[in-house]
T-cell receptor, first 115, second 111 residues
Framework: SQELEQSPQSLIVQEGKNLTINCTSSKTLYGLYWYKQKYGEGLIFLMM?????EEKSHEKITAKLDEKKQQSSLHITASQPSHAGIYLCGADMNAGAQGAQKLVFGQGTRLTINP | DTGVSQDPRHKITKRGQNVTFRCDPI?????LYWYRQTLGQGPEFLTYFQNEAQLEKSRLLSDRFSAERPKGSFSTLEIQRTEQGDSAMYLC?????????FGPGTRLLVL
């Protein structure tokens, strides 16, 4: 079983609609990273969350980490075609030096934006 | 652009051949990671360097795989006697305290 579960696995939304992607673990997440990936390309860093209850925003994308640090959500407001791609969450699963740990990834959420 | 770079971007090889990939991290980052990604899956950790020291290796990294970072700057990942199951995207990343940046990847196809 996956240490990090993402839901949904795929999502199709109308342009202009809001959407949320979830990333859940049964273990404490010591650093939670969100990435976007276009097919066949590398991962583009979006945001990193570390503290329980932390929330960060960049343009129309907001990411949150819950108080227990076991679940994160990525919310896109007023989606645009440029938001289409695969969204991946990755996490440090072990306490230790920040940024020094390997990341464990979810399986990704494929987002399609219909005009 | 001073992001993470990888070379080559694509590699097609025949089964049994050796291949080597290169990663140039962001210059001020002393941590460097290699990951492998297959279609429809998230990246899987292979190995990690802090400066020139290889600190962790995944069980996925069989004895046909070797990685080096000789001067603590660029890194190479070599696969010997390639197998069809090695076909994947090989991703390199480097990190600062607050972010982990990935390169564009090297897509390997073993025929």
């Amino acid at each position: 079983s996956q240490e990090l579960e993402q839901s949904p696995q795929s999502l199709i939304v109308q342009e202009g609609k809001n959407l949320t992607i979830n990333c859940t673990s049964s273990k404490t997440l010591y650093g939670l990273y969100w990435y976007k990936q276009k097919y066949g390309e590398g991962l583009i860093f979006l945001m990193m969350l570390q503290k329980g209850g932390e929330e960060k925003s960049h343009e129309k994308i907001t990411a949150k980490l819950d108080e227990k640090k076991q679940q994160s959500s990525l919310h896109i407001t007023a989606s645009q075609p440029s938001h289409a791609g695969i969204y991946l969450c990755g996490a440090d699963m072990n306490a230790g030096a920040q940024g020094a740990q390997k990341l464990v990834f979810g399986q990704g959420t494929r987002l399609t934006i219909n005009p | 652009d001073t992001g993470v770079s990888q070379d080559p971007r694509h590699k097609i090889t025949k089964r049994g051949q050796n291949v080597t990939f290169r990663c140039d991290p962001i210059s001020e980052h002393n941590r460097l990671y290699w990951y492998r990604q297959t279609l429809g899956q998230g990246p899987e950790f292979l190995t990690y360097f802090q400066n020139e020291a290889q600190l962790e290796k995944s069980r996925l990294l069989s004895d046909r795989f070797s990685a080096e970072r000789p001067k603590g700057s660029f890194s190479t990942l070599e696969i010997q006697r390639t197998e069809q199951g090695d076909s994947a995207m090989y991703l390199c990343a480097s990190s600062s305290r607050d972010a982990r940046y990935f390169g564009p990847g090297t897509r390997l196809l073993v025929l």
